[in-house]
């Protein structure tokens, strides 16, 4: 089974940046995804970023585009989540997720989920 050990999460003020990182492990797949999701008091989860083994491709959520960057260090089995420009609505749980083949914006298309990061902004 495919594990994560998620990390980076805190609190920052608006305007300030985090990086959250998804260690990986268990998992042969010849093609996957890892990305993040994030879910908010009182919201359902939604997607963030997602990043494709394949080609390399990454894909974001309209509310992020601009501000948050993913990257891979395969050597690692790391992805990481830059978040810059951080605003109080992104304030929320983090979660790594996982499936082989391409990304998909629906949670339902996710075989395994991190346990989670938290991430606060507020003055």
């Known amino acids: 089974q495919v594990q994560f050990v998620e990390s980076g999460g805190g609190s920052v003020q608006p305007g300030g940046s985090l990086s959250l990182s998804c260690t990986a492990s268990?998992?042969?797949?010849?093609?996957?995804?890892i990305g993040w999701f994030r879910q908010a008091p009182g919201k359902e989860r939604e997607g963030v970023s997602c990043?494709?083994?394949?080609?390399?491709?990454?894909y974001y959520g309209d509310p992020v585009k601009g501000r948050f960057t993913i990257s891979r260090d395969e050597s690692k089995n790391t992805v990481f989540l830059q978040m810059n420009n951080l605003e109080p609505e992104d304030a929320a749980t983090y979660y790594c997720t996982f499936r082989g083949g391409f990304c998909s914006a629906g949670t339902g298309q996710y075989n395994v989920w991190g346990k989670g990061t938290q991430v606060t902004v507020s003055s």
């Open positions: 990043f494709e083994s394949a080609a390399g491709n990454t």
């Open positions: 268990g998992f042969t797949q010849s093609y996957y995804v």
